[in-house]
């Protein structure tokens, strides 16, 4: 998965898994399960028994999500 990087005028906000679990409609397993795979943004060590994931990469995998959603699949076709 690439880096997301946000441009200078947003806002950089940590969200911790709880959070990104209400905003993703994802598990909390599902979420570890996408990261081990890269396919979701991993989390940045706040402290010695803290992470966190940056809210803008959170969004930026949704519009993602959203936009191979809207891409044709050619099975079908």
Known sequence: MEQYIP???QTLRFI??????????????????????????KT???GARSVAFIESEI????VERIATRNVPNKRHQ
């Open 16 to 41: 911790r898994v709880g959070e990104a679990v209400k905003k993703t409609g994802l598990s909390k397993s599902s979420i570890y399960d996408l990261m081990a795979q890269d396919l979701f943004p």
């Open 44 to 46: 940045v060590r706040l």
């Open 7 to 9: 441009t200078p005028n």
């Open 59 to 62: 969004d930026a995998w949704m």
